[in-house]
């Protein structure tokens, strides 16, 4: 143990240490440098280029999440908005929910990853490029971490970020059920001097497709005839699918980007081990189908970054922690489910189709379509809190708010990542937050409108709400400070002696 610690002595020292700087790891980073956490990341790739386009576009909440932070704008202003919900081949319309982001946004994952670095550069979060992390022990007060220079590590907590073949995730030992891959796909960017047949296709075994990108190249994902899981694609592959599939390979030349795919379904049986813990495709892998993947992990990353902080900071206790798997694995568990769905019904045999026409059938009508829209986008995600109010454990809305300092939205003041209490200045009702002061702002002001969740439709108008820094709401008051103690308590830490 003596050994141990002489070790870490000369290790580099950093609060958190967060393996994979993807979108995952990026939210993270951010969350943590706002509460004024010593952060660092190692990330394998020497820049934040990458190859290929992976994810397309943000859902709403997604945006909301980023609109929380202040940083929305950058996102919306290098992409496009549109209704990217979808569901079985129907695209769901979030038009009339009930939000200021009642949309999605097309942005190449690229994009995102350039806009988050440029974000958490001005946050001041160092990273670590061109290395990887080998190995780490844990012991009681932190983790080492190995470095693939030869250099470690020191941290108190360290946070697998690292995709859906995580390092972190196995050498902590924490098992990832699922379900193995019944489809491949061929995903690639190629050009082609022949005239290609744009468009979606499908046959009893899936689907597949061609479409140009904006600089002249063909983007295919292709169907493979056997399951393949090795090695990553070549030229002659997709040559040999085209043919397959088209009956041509419409004078393919040149691939600028190859990769696959599956439909491989898989989810960790734990979200933390001791001084480790996991989020996005470590924790959760599925078909990209209804592009879920970059949405659920830039989630989990909100949903945990506070927290993390909290514990670090010695605010809160380490039980705080466990709210994290408790809150975020449901939510990815339906994700999951719902995306095995549309892959079977992505299937195009006549039995299928008429299944799928049958599912279109319902989300054409307006109370299915709002269920799965809300869904899909994130927008219905409700964490059990308890009985009580409808909005609590869910998001709260951003409210045009009038108040002494003038009007201002609810997500501006969610800006620095720190918990709100938000009294709208119900009669007689008496609030003392001073114990937990250092910790909660308190906001005094005053909403006027009608309160509307999706979904749920209009809900009574409370006296007043207590915020979490990722926009979730802890408590709900009905007149009475009934309950707020105990919240605040959970939630933020015990209360500050006088």
Not at 60 to 76: N, S
Request: hydrophobic share 40%.
């Amino acid at each position: 143990m003596h050994e141990e610690s002489g070790r870490s002595a000369a290790a580099t020292q950093h609060a958190v240490v967060i393996a994979g700087g993807g979108p995952t790891g990026l939210m993270l980073a951010g969350e943590l440098a706002l509460a004024r956490v010593d952060v660092a990341i190692v990330e394998r790739r020497e820049s934040q280029e990458l190859a290929g386009s992976r994810s397309r576009g943000l859902h709403a909440r997604t945006i909301e999440v980023l609109d929380q932070r202040g940083i929305a704008e950058r996102f919306l202003s290098q992409g496009k908005v549109a209704q990217v919900a979808g569901f079985a081949m129907t695209p769901l319309d979030l038009g009339d929910f009930p939000t200021r982001h009642n949309y999605g946004l097309a942005l190449l994952q690229d994009r995102f990853e350039r806009i988050l670095a440029d974000w958490v550069a001005e946050l001041r979060v160092p990273i670590h490029r061109g290395r990887e992390v080998t190995g780490f022990a844990q012991d009681d007060t932190g983790v080492d971490v190995e470095l693939s220079d030869g250099r470690s590590l020191r941290a108190k907590y360290l946070v697998g970020c690292d995709g859906g073949r995580s390092l972190i995730r196995k050498k902590a030992g924490i098992d990832f059920p699922g379900w193995d891959a019944s489809i491949s796909y061929v995903i690639a960017e190629v050009e082609m001097t022949g005239e290609p047949a744009f468009g979606i296709r499908r046959d009893e075994k899936g689907t597949y497709a061609l479409g140009k990108l904006d600089d002249g190249r063909v983007g295919l994902v292709l169907r493979e005839e056997q399951v393949d899981q090795g090695d990553e694609p070549t030229l002659r592959d997709v040559r040999e699918g085209l043919v397959a599939l088209y009956g041509t390979d419409f004078g393919l030349r040149n691939a600028t980007w190859l990769s696959r795919f599956t439909d491989v379904t898989r989810q960790a049986a734990s979200y933390r081990e001791r001084r480790v813990l996991l989020a996005g495709d470590a924790a959760h892998i599925h078909s990209p189908v209804g592009g879920q993947g970059l949405n659920l992990g830039v989630q989990d990353a909100v949903n945990l970054g506070w927290k993390l902080a909290q514990v670090v900071g010695g605010t809160s206790p380490e039980g705080l922690l466990d709210t994290y798997r408790s809150e975020r694995h449901p939510v990815a568990a339906r994700a999951l489910r719902k995306t095995m769905a549309q892959t079977a019904l992505s299937r195009g045999d006549a039995r299928m189709d008429a299944v799928r026409e049958t599912v279109s059938e319902l989300l054409r009508m307006d109370e299915p379509r709002k269920r799965y829209a809300a869904m899909m986008s994130g927008l219905d995600v409700h964490y059990d809190l308890g009985d009580g109010h409808p909005l609590l454990g869910r998001r709260m809305p951003d409210l045009d708010l009038v108040g002494g300092a003038g009007p201002r939205r609810v997500f501006t003041l969610l800006h620095e990542a720190r918990p709100v209490l938000l009294d709208l200045g119900a009669p007689g009702l008496d609030i003392d937050i001073a114990p937990w002061a250092d910790r909660v702002r308190r906001i005094d002001a005053r909403y006027d409108g009608a309160w509307e969740l999706p979904v749920l439709g209009a809900v009574s108008a409370p006296a007043a709400v207590l915020i979490r820094p990722d926009g979730h709401v802890a408590w709900v008051g009905d007149g009475t400070d009934r309950g707020l103690r105990d919240a605040l308590t959970r939630w933020f830490g015990p209360p500050t002696a006088p």
